[in-house]
């Protein structure tokens, strides 16, 4: 085998066999496929696609590049992974919850990208945790505490790391494919018993339409069951903010309002949502009721507080951080209020538009080596639907400078759409997918 012979098929439209995409996916990942041929192959699968059997097989070829992680247990192991939206910090609540029910949840999970925010940015607005740790130490994590949360090693996936970086320059992001064996051959790599996942649409999502999600949901949950991991998905809104703030120590502020406080909120009812189906699958829970009442007990009554105390000292936080949460969390310097500019009701959110808007804060990075600022961000956000009055606050801005406070309102004024009748908000959950 050789890669010009492998990206000479797929430009004839035939789809590579197996083994054909296991060589190539090895060769991406010690370097004996160029970046040429690399871009090359990114190019001809996004023009001609590779079917559901070529996916299946690019994404095991993908996850099977570097180390696949084995777990001695004594219960299911689990899994949910989000597409990205804004204000989306579920695996904060749903990892804990999880854990509670007696499954083991290895969280790998990534840093933002693009206006969306990132879960180990989240966490590491937490003073003294560390998302970086061996297998040795997340096994030993896992058995105290039941969940972990943690970035991946370079030896996950590194034709995924590889192949992401040319995709980047190349045009070749939008690829269904592609898409599908990036998600699929990380999370794949944490070899769980059951993975749910949350695929985000709306104007805050990277799928703007239910027929883009719909799409790569179907392609997502088929090739992982081809896989040999059982896999639902569910299409969840994301036309606003999940939470009603947005920003890394912000959006850890509303994580612990949802779990010390136990109260209904879209945080809490995504988190059992996509528990409810998780539980199902794993076998824990007969049905998708019973298991989304399940989880909503468990956040409502302070378990997954609890549980999330333990995670976070045991990955270096502060021990009494679920009682003391506000004393650890990093404020800013600058806090204004953005004014609405006149009376009505709120009828549309760019969530796209925010999230760069606290990119833009310092809440995010315009390039891999930014230093993110934890304390930047949106908070007090209104909802769609809402009523506002002239004057009447839209949302807070935390800033580090006067002059971005005064941007970032701006930002916000263009994204908040009033009119002068009301609206329905969206259903937070649209449909569930399972193979």
Known sequence: MDARSIIAKLRR???????????FAQGLADGSVSDAQAGAFAM???????GAKGRADLTVAMRDSGDVLRWDLDGPVIDKHSTGGVGDCVSL????????????VPMISGRGLGHTGGTLDKLEAIPGVTT????ERLTQVLRDTGAAIVGATGQIAPADKRLYAVRDVTATVESLDLITASILSKKLAASPD?????????????MKTIEDARELAQALTATANAAGCRTSAVITDMNQPLASALGNALEVAEVMKVLTEGGASPLAEISAELGGVLLVDAGISETVD??????AEIIRDGRAAERFGRMMAAVGGPVQFVETWSRFLPEASVITEVAAPRDGYITAIDGEALGLAVVALGGGRQ?????????????????????????????AVHAAREDAAAQAAQSV???????DAPVAPPDLVHERITA
């Open 13 to 23: 439209s035939e789809v590579p066999t197996g083994p054909e995409l296991t060589w």
């Open 44 to 50: 001809a699968v996004c023009m001609g696609g590779l």
């Open 93 to 104: 609540i749903l990892a804990p919850a999880l854990a509670e029910c007696g499954a083991y």
């Open 132 to 135: 970086q740790i061996g297998q």
């Open 194 to 206: 059951a993975l749910v996942l949350d695929v985000k649409t709306g104007s805050g999502a990277f």
């Open 290 to 295: 019973q298991g989304r009442a399940t989880i």
């Open 367 to 395: 390039v891999e080596s930014d230093v993110i600022d934890p304390a930047v961000g949106l908070s007090n956000m209104v909802r769609l639907g809402e009523r506002v009055a002239k004057g009447a606050p839209l949302a």
């Open 413 to 419: 004024l263009a994204a908040i759409t009033i009119g």
